[in-house]
């Protein structure tokens, strides 16, 4: 059975560490921050200039004025601050940030990343991923594993506009996770969902990899 969105974001939390400065993207790494361990220091941060960010808030707790940088209602901590955008991207592209936890439409074998655009659909722009994957110390990917037509989107090369090369660390899919020692090195197969078969990811997956 593959792994749920809130399952895949819990292995993604597994991978922050003590006193980690870690942004998570638009979509499913949002569900990342509900999934730290309590005993982990970890400080979120969003591209609007929120230093801090809790997890969601209940519905009787949503303040509309505290937002993401996807425009999602979410919660202070007792320590948040607020920075202007300039300061933000500051951090981002100065290499301050431990952690990018990003959505993608499609990976490579490589490493790289599309996940800002399909051609000829309305989008309002990259926003803060080309800056993220360029200044971050590493990049975690959260996707489905094949698109709504079931074709793979971990694959040999990308076929949508990239958003930067040789870029991504680690892939945690529906189906299964990869991740690879540095950016020289080829993806490794680490684990499966359950009752998911290498057979299955094999097939399912047109990027090469070990295991």
Not at 49 to 70: C, K, Q, R, T, Y
Not at 97 to 111: K, N, R
Not at 118 to 125: L, Q, S
Request: net charge negative; hydrophobic share 45%.
């Amino acid at each position: 059975m593959p792994w749920t969105r809130n399952e895949m974001a819990a292995l993604a939390a597994a991978e922050l560490h003590d006193g980690f400065y870690v942004n998570l993207g638009i979509g499913i790494p949002t569900l990342v921050a509900n999934h730290i361990a309590p005993d982990i220091d970890v400080t979120l941060q969003s591209e609007n200039g929120m230093l801090g960010l809790g997890p969601f808030p209940s519905d009787e707790l949503v303040d509309a004025d505290i937002i993401n940088a996807g425009k999602q209602t979410i919660s202070e901590l007792s320590r948040t601050s607020y920075v202007s955008s300039a300061d933000s991207f500051g951090m981002i592209r100065g290499g301050h940030i431990d952690l990018s936890v990003l959505g993608a439409m499609e990976v490579s074998e490589t490493g790289d990343l599309a996940n800002w655009m399909v051609p000829g659909k309305m989008v309002k722009g990259p926003g803060g991923a080309m800056d993220l994957v360029a200044g971050v110390r590493r990049i975690i990917v959260l996707m489905d594993h094949v698109d709504k037509i079931g074709t793979p989107k971990f694959r040999r090369a990308c076929t949508l506009p990239l958003t930067g090369t040789n870029v991504v660390d680690m892939v945690i899919t529906t189906h299964a996770v990869f991740r690879r020692a540095d950016r020289k090195s080829r993806f490794v197969l680490t684990g499966l969902a359950q009752d998911v078969t290498l057979e299955q990811v094999r097939a399912l997956t047109e990027a090469s990899f070990e295991y």
